[in-house]
């Protein structure tokens, strides 16, 4: 854990956006969404704007004090009591984790057909994680860059394999179901959106320029799954609709000549994706830890979290009540929203208050 | 990691204990359903590629049981990923695809870019078809289904298509039809068309002038001839498809739906029978563009008549395009759509361009 790495300001979002688009992409949408699939893409749109709104709390706090984290700045604010806001913080990104494991175990479950052991899976990708959390930011940033690379490629591969296919009538009119899918859409996109949260705590640990990185980040993750939908819609019609995976479904078909069934190498790319996101959040929780336990007991806190985090994305794995339930809660917003955002968004007026009661005090 | 994955192997049938699927004809026999299978024959393979190949049967109550019934007899367990074609029985798809091809959408294996055919009486006959000795192989039975589109003789679909046409009670499959041809040397299947669907049950089958003007009004040609009489000292012309396109308009303000079909074919000449004029002159290349057209429109009418107005198919998609481009009024007619489709007046028009003249320049 090597805190005082500097990773440059394109790392950051290369990672963040290959942690976004793995929750899209394993995220089970039949389960939530039950409308027509097109209008995801005026939720994407929706959700894209409320994103820059989201992120806003974040932005000012690091341009108060660009070398405090979410952390510091909630003990530079609250004193002691700022050891809650770590350890919200702390639950929060175990539960980042949890959600998002459960989300591929399911999602491996149910393509590879449990032939491999699950738990064995979950396991080695845990330990892979951990290593990588260990290694500290730089590492993780470096092999994000990477997969940000297959990632980019294989998209790209998909949208222009499945484009000539595409036909109008597989469109259906936005709404034309109600605006049920639209507003679900819209509300899971905002709960999937925790990297804003891991802005917070990564920005003293970055150089370049936020504010476009910001920009280019979302309006990427955005384009891609407004692209990708519009190619599945056109290209699939109603097929997607049987599918409990739809981009894996459509990565299945889509070919180009002798690069046909690409489906494993989408698994691969998309397990590289995961384990990513996961050493990114165990790293971000071991940063919250540090806070409060010191950097001993944060390693020993790491390994607990780690195995808390495989243990529990099995049990829920398995549970497919609690599954169903975390696909589409508001609750999961809400807890998004508040780490995200509320919190950010409360120490950002407490800073204002402060700043003008010193000024005042001064006068 | 990598040794936690070999679990999957553990366990797991070997490749010689298993029967390698690579085509499945489903009928009807008594009742229940006869899956006819060609499977690749490991332990008795030779190495000219042929004769590795051979055709079993089993029954059940449905496909997965008559699967699994399989094994009964072979003591072998089923691979489906190599699947290249599924041929479904004239009596099978007179009694409805919905239950076939629900296994083909949930089971994890089989490979949604399969090929579908119809047989003109069983699907067994399709897939016992020998020919100087060896059995037709389903690759070449596949290779029908790709040169669909080049020689017009009839629509291909694969399993997407089909299940994308099924889903949502609006549009009806058409799929590829084949009879087994018989001459000395032995039977192969040939393309006698295209069977078209009514929801999931078999109306009837388009012989392949008909299918031309299915896969014009498609617009999916893109190749394949037809021959034109020009009543002159030219004699006859074969041309040939380039490419089609397929505009529809609606015209939803009078009492009976209006449907305005533009197609625009662009179009090949290369052969002219008596062609002692080596360079044709302008006059004569508008003279066959004009005779295409009516052609052309003929073939279109035909489809029109058979498929929409016959069989009361909407395998055209025309309802969803009426979702898309009359929204109000589709949804005041969806729950008797094709009765409407059927009783519509179509007005069918055609533009031909002829592109390419061998060894001339093109007009």
């Excluded at chain 1, 790392?11 to 949408?29: E, G, P």
């Excluded at chain 1, 955005?222 to 739809?246: A, C, E, H, N, R």
């Excluded at chain 1, 336990?293 to 009540?321: T, W």
């Excluded at chain 2, 332990?43 to 055709?55: A, L, Y």
Aim: with cysteine; hydrophobic share 45%.
């Amino acid at each position: 854990m090597k805190q005082k790495s500097i990773i440059k300001a394109s790392q950051l979002f290369f990672m963040l956006y290959v942690c976004k688009m793995v929750i899209n992409i394993t995220y089970n949408s039949s389960f939530s969404v039950k409308g027509e699939t097109d209008d995801r893409i005026p939720a994407y749109i929706l959700s894209y704007v409320l994103t820059f709104i989201l992120v806003l709390p974040i932005y000012f706090l690091y341009k108060q004090d660009q070398t405090k984290d979410l952390i510091d700045n909630s003990y530079k604010l609250l004193g002691k009591f700022g050891f809650m806001i770590a350890a919200f913080y702390s639950i929060y990104f175990l539960c980042v984790c949890i959600y998002n494991f459960t989300f591929y175990n399911n999602y491996i479950s149910n393509i590879m057909a449990p032939k491999v052991s699950l738990v064995l899976i979950s396991v080695s990708i845990i330990a892979c994680a951990l290593y990588g959390a260990f290694k500290g930011i730089t590492g993780i940033a470096q092999t994000s860059t990477i997969v940000f690379i297959l990632f980019v490629a294989g998209t790209l591969f998909l949208i222009c394999s499945q484009m000539p296919l595409v036909k109008d009538y597989n469109f259906t009119p936005f709404f034309y179901s109600g605006t049920e899918t639209f507003f679900t859409e819209a509300q899971i996109m905002l709960s999937h959106c925790p990297c804003i949260a891991l802005i917070g705590m990564l920005f003293p640990l970055v150089k370049g320029d936020m504010k476009k990185g910001i920009f280019l980040w979302n309006s990427g993750v955005f384009l891609t799954l407004i692209l990708l939908t519009f190619v599945m819609v056109g290209s699939l019609g109603d097929y997607i609709k049987t599918q409990m995976f739809p981009f894996y479904s459509m990565s299945a078909i889509a070919g180009i000549g002798i690069f046909k069934r690409m489906d494993s190498l989408y698994i691969a790319l998309w397990t590289s994706g995961l384990f990513i996101k996961i050493s990114l959040f165990l790293y971000a929780f071991t940063i919250c830890t540090e806070k409060f336990l010191g950097r001993k007991k944060a390693k020993i806190a790491l390994f607990i979290g780690s195995a808390l985090v495989c243990v529990i994305s099995l049990f829920i794995s398995f549970k497919s009540d609690i599954y169903f339930f975390l696909q589409n809660s508001i609750s999961v917003t809400v807890f998004t929203l508040t780490a995200t955002t509320f919190i950010p968004l409360v120490l950002l007026i407490l800073s204002k208050f402060k700043k003008r009661s010193v000024s005042s005090s001064k006068l | 990691m990598f040794v936690a994955l070999f679990s999957g192997c553990s366990g797991e049938n070997k490749l010689h204990e298993k029967i390698i699927i690579k085509g499945v004809g489903v009928d009807l026999y008594d009742g229940n359903i006869e899956v006819t299978m060609h499977v690749f024959d490991s332990e008795n393979s030779v190495s000219d590629g042929k004769g590795k190949i051979i055709v079993i049967s089993s029954t059940g109550k449905t496909v997965l049981d008559a699967f699994n019934n399989l094994s009964k007899k072979t003591g072998k367990e089923p691979l489906y990923s190599q699947n290249l074609v599924l041929i479904i029985g004239k009596e099978c798809a007179q009694n409805g695809i919905n239950a076939i091809m629900d296994f083909f959408i949930r089971y994890y294996e089989v490979r949604p870019s399969v090929s579908v055919f119809v047989s003109d009486t069983t699907a067994k006959d399709i897939l016992k078809c020998r020919y100087d000795g060896f059995l037709i192989t389903c690759e070449e039975i596949s290779a029908l289904s790709f040169m669909g589109d080049f020689n017009a003789s009839g629509k291909s679909a694969d399993v997407t298509e089909v299940v994308n046409d099924l889903c949502g009670d609006i549009t009806d499959p058409a799929v590829m039809a084949l009879k087994v041809t018989a001459d000395e040397q032995g039977q192969r299947p040939e393309t006698s068309g295209t069977a078209i669907f009514n929801k999931d049950k078999l109306a009837g089958f388009l012989n392949t002038s008909e299918s031309k003007g299915f896969m014009l009004l498609k617009g999916n040609i893109k190749g394949g001839t037809f021959v034109l009489d020009l009543n002159n000292s030219l004699g006859t012309a074969t041309i040939t498809f380039n490419d089609v396109t397929a505009e529809y308009s609606f015209d939803t303000s009078e009492e009976k739906l209006k449907i305005k079909i533009d197609i625009f074919a662009q179009l090949n000449l290369y052969a002219l029978d008596n062609s002692e004029q080596r360079h044709l002159p302008n006059t004569h290349i508008d003279y066959i563009e004009e005779l295409s057209n009516i052609k052309l429109k003929e073939y279109a009418v035909c489809a029109i008549e058979k498929s929409v107005k016959e069989y009361n198919s909407d395998s055209l998609n025309l309802g969803k395009r009426l979702r898309l481009y009359e929204t109000d009024y589709f949804k005041e007619i969806q729950n008797n759509h094709r009765s409407c489709l059927s009783s519509a007046v179509y007005e069918i028009n055609v533009q031909s361009q002829i592109k390419n003249i061998g060894q001339e320049m093109g007009p």
